[in-house]
């Protein structure tokens, strides 16, 4: 009715939309599964799922902004092969908001693109592959926190650079792209950086899966995964044969939600999420959830209410 030609959202949108609208329909048999995954048929597939996809929002779109958190990479590349025309927004309430951005025209592939005009943006200290907390200056960033000149003086350096709480890096064309909140980073056993914002893309992306958290209790990889019900109760028989197949004892114990889908869980739904995953980003356990797990008004995961130590409170990097 109303056929927008503008409009902002934030990344969970449109990622509902792909894994309740694509992945689900090409996931329900092994032939729909490999022809969706040969690249050719795939792109074919986007590109007429794109056009019905932009019919849905009214067929005039000419701007599709997303922001608020880092795009799902499968989703992106869907929308890039859908020629549906997204922007990427990158920013934070202290900079009023936006930092870098690309425009329809302007997107690659985990960018958040380019400073916009006025803004200055620099890695701070970076590794030798770049990395560091991206630092922003520009007249959009705040004075201060208003009484609060500790809190200022974290975040803002004497000479005006603003610190965003962000891994990132600049490619050779001054494209940003972003890691996650330092804050989130969890070390490894080998000092290396575990990003669970990306492992959670990856768990998501499974079709049983609704929403998942990541992480660290013990030294292990932990995630808590909130299932799919319906879509588990639809395919059930066929899982009942895969637990059978593979000899799995305990699916047929039937008490609740954790000890029906306990077996299954913990022996196939962790492999197919490891085999996806880097040797340091491998989950040792799957915590079973029974409701939604509470989010900000930007729809992002309140991950202190989860862990078990404060917010940024992490291993020392002992390099």
């Known amino acids: ?10 990344p969970l949108i449109m990622e509902k939309l792909f894994q ?15 022809i969706y995954n ?19 929002f009214g067929g005039r779109l000419v701007f599709f902004g997303i922001g608020g958190a880092k795009l799902d990479a499968t989703v992106e590349r869907f929308l890039r092969e859908a020629n549906f025309p997204y922007a990427i927004g990158y920013g934070l309430t202290e900079s009023a908001p936006l930092l870098a951005g690309a425009g329809t025209k302007q997107t690659k592939l985990g ?20 990395l560091g907390e991206i630092w922003a200056k520009g007249p959009n960033v705040m004075l201060g926190y208003y009484k609060n000149p ?10 005006g650079w603003f610190r965003t709480g962000d891994y990132g890096y600049l490619d050779s064309h001054k494209r940003l792209y972003i890691k996650g909140r330092m804050k989130n980073t969890i070390i490894g056993a080998s000092g290396e950086n575990i990003y669970p ?11 049983y899966v609704l929403e998942s958290l990541v992480f660290e209790e013990d030294g292990d990889l932990v995630a808590k995964i ?4 319906d879509e588990l109760e639809k395919n059930i028989e066929h899982i009942k044969s895969v637990i059978e197949e593979k000899k799995i004892k305990g699916l047929h114990t039937i008490h609740g939600l954790d000890d029906k889908y306990k077996s299954w869980s913990q022996h196939i739904l962790k492999k197919e999420i490891n ?3 880097n040797r340091v980003s491998q989950i040792k356990r799957l915590e079973l959830i029974d409701k939604p797990l509470e989010k900000t008004a930007t729809q992002k995961i309140k991950r202190f209410l989860y862990t078990k130590h404060p917010a940024g409170e992490h291993k020392e990097n002992k390099d």
Do not use: W
Request: charged share 30%; hydrophobic share 35%.
């Open 1 to 10: 009715k109303i056929r927008p030609t503008m409009m902002l959202s934030v």
């Open 20 to 34: 309740n609208q694509i992945l689900k329909k090409f996931s329900e048999n092994k032939f729909k599964e490999t």
């Open 38 to 56: 040969r690249p050719l048929f795939r792109k074919l597939i986007h590109r007429l799922a794109g056009k019905k996809l932009y019919q849905t």
């Open 111 to 130: 960018s958040t693109g380019f400073a916009v005009q006025g803004v200055e943006l620099k890695i701070n200290n970076p590794d030798k592959n770049g």
């Open 150 to 159: 500790e809190a200022t003086s974290e975040v803002l350096t004497p000479d």
């Open 197 to 207: 914002e990306d492992i959670e893309s990856v768990i998501n992306n499974n079709q």
């Open 226 to 229: 909130l299932l799919d019900l």
């Open 275 to 277: 085999d996806k995953l």
